[in-house]
Antibody, heavy 121, light 110 residues
Framework: EVQLVESGGGSVQPGRSLRLSCAAS????????MLWVRQAPGKGLEWVSG????????GYADSVKGRFTISRDNAKNSLYLQMNSLRPEDTALYYC??????????????WGQGTLVTVSS | QSVLTQPPSVSAAPGQKVTISCSGS????????VSWYQQLPGTAPKLLIYDNHKRPSGIPDRFSGSKSGTSATLGITGLQTGDEADYYC???????????FGGGTKLTVL
């Protein structure tokens, strides 16, 4: 059974940092692209960042470019999102999702339950 | 403002059929596969349709997808109260080099 479990969310002040983690199990983690998608309270889905299976291709939404860094550790079946210079508009539920074998395919077949990030003074 | 455009809401009676549209451009829908997601209240999104019209294992054939040019459509037949949810279309945008989603459509089964 595929499982994605996010952690690391919390409440922080603007300008501070957080590191999200996603523990994956039930599939060959090192064979698939992975991504982060967020959902602000009462709003729709927003693609945040994606990473290919071999970390050779990485992408970011313009809204987080230069502030967020995605990474993965295939030996630990884990995905990460380092979030710096956080802003109130980054407040959202952050989902980890599994992509396809190829980066750039917009189909995500498994999602975690999300971890909540709140940025407020 | 989402890159893909969906109607904010649709509604229909139990047993009826509903369609949800998703409009984009040549840089996204026009040249990439479309997927659809169902988000029940308080839960994570669930993949309903991928590669424009394919259904993952376990998704009933009441759900269907199609694509024409720069638009895509999700169809749901035999509506049930349990289908009440938010539905999102998604695809890759080759110009942005990023994934994109529609703004979501709230389905109400009257």
């Amino acid at each position: 059974e595929v499982q994605l479990v996010e952690s690391g969310g919390g409440s922080v002040q603007p300008g501070r940092s957080l590191r999200l983690s996603c523990a994956a199990s039930g599939f060959n983690f090192d064979g698939y692209a992975m991504l982060w998608v967020r959902q602000a309270p009462g709003k729709g889905l927003e693609w945040v960042s994606g990473i290919s299976w071999d970390t050779g291709t990485i992408g970011y939404a313009d809204s987080v470019k230069g502030r967020f860094t995605i990474s993965r550790d295939n030996a630990k079946n884990s995905l990460y999102l380092q979030m710096n210079s956080l802003r109130p508009e980054d407040t959202a539920l952050y989902y980890c999702a599994k992509g396809g074998p190829s980066y750039g395919v917009g189909s995500y077949d498994y999602w975690g339950q999300g971890t909540l990030v709140t940025v407020s003074s | 403002q989402s890159v893909l455009t969906q109607p904010p809401s649709v509604s229909a009676a139990p047993g009826q059929k509903v369609t949800i549209s998703c409009s984009g451009s040549s840089s996204n829908i026009g040249n990439n596969y479309v997927s659809w997601y169902q988000q029940l209240p308080g839960t994570a999104p669930k993949l309903l349709i991928y590669d424009n019209h394919k259904r993952p294992s376990g998704i009933p054939d009441r759900f269907s997808g199609s694509k024409s040019g720069t638009s895509a459509t999700l169809g749901i037949t035999g509506l049930q109260t349990g289908d009440e949810a938010d539905y999102y279309c998604g695809t890759w945008d080759s110009s942005l080099s990023a994934g994109v989603f529609g703004g979501g459509t709230k389905l109400t089964v009257l």
